[in-house]
């Protein structure tokens, strides 16, 4: 026992999972959007069954771990979630959802998991971002981020409609949001992915969420990325579609009945 408890407590610090379910048959591993941390996402364990168990990461440089310096660049992120994930990750099937730059994150993992342990999500579930091996995805990793101004960037945040107003006119608050976006797009940008020829990287199923009046994303590209089947939804509002509860149920309905058709 004394000898998992430093294990445990790296998970704690690593993965939030409020709604613990050690008896379900498949684990949903969610990856929020930059400048977040898991207080949304962890919260869909309740939305869930029985058999689902929802957790979700949590990066370094927000919440609990807020006094950690932010990471240095994808590979350094990667590597963390999977030395602390792999065990349980080897125990039973797990799916990823990622939204945003979440996704490119979850991407990151599995691919990582794939290469490294043989190891692959039953499905992965992207949401609100660009194919990895898409032109708009290396139009996002060349934009200089330390030259665009924290003005810029608070417009942006407020454009998208993902944080309550009455966080952004707290100063502490608007300047750390403001602050841990810029370090979770610079760590995006030190993410580099190309498809070796011939080689397709997975074999799950693809399921990409977007919102109605977002932006275009250019998802078609994660065709050349799995040999499984790629799907495409479309849900009302914009790029934080998801926050609403009428698709927050459609998600949660639709991630499981797809979890559960994935069955061995």
């Not at 407590?9 to 949903?28: D, F, Q, S, T």
């Not at 990471?71 to 080897?90: A, F």
Request: charged share 25%; proline share 7%.
């Amino acid at each position: 026992m004394a000898a998992s408890a430093p294990i445990a407590a790296e998970m704690e610090k690593v993965v939030a999972c409020p709604y613990k379910r050690p008896n379900a048959l498949c684990r949903l591993i969610c990856f929020p959007w930059a400048g977040s941390g898991t207080s949304r996402l962890a919260q869909w364990g309740k939305l869930f069954s029985s058999s689902i168990e929802v957790s979700c990461v949590r990066l370094p440089g927000r919440e609990s771990r807020l006094k950690e310096p932010f990471p240095k660049d994808m590979t350094t992120i990667v590597n963390e979630i999977t030395s602390v994930l792999l065990k349980e990750l080897q125990e039973k099937p797990f799916a990823f959802f990622g939204h945003s730059f979440g996704s490119y994150l979850s991407f990151a993992v599995a691919l990582h998991l794939k290469e490294k342990y043989g190891l692959e999500p039953i499905h992965l579930f992207v949401s609100g971002a660009h194919a990895p091996n898409s032109e708009e995805f290396l139009h996002i990793k060349s934009t200089p981020i330390y030259d665009v101004k924290d003005e810029d960037i608070l417009t942006y945040i407020q454009f998208l409609e993902g944080t309550p107003p009455e966080l952004i006119q707290n100063e502490d608050i608007r300047e750390h949001l403001i602050h841990t976006c810029k370090e979770d797009i610079r760590v995006l940008q030190t993410f580099s992915f190309e498809t070796a020829e011939k080689k397709i990287p997975f074999s799950c199923d693809i399921t990409c969420f977007n919102g109605s009046e977002d932006n275009p994303h250019d998802s078609k590209a994660w065709h050349d990325l799995t040999s499984g089947d790629i799907s495409f939804y479309k849900l009302p509002g914009g790029h934080f579609y998801l926050l609403e509860p009428s698709n927050e149920i459609f998600l949660t309905k639709h991630i499981t009945k797809c979890i559960e058709n994935a069955g061995p």
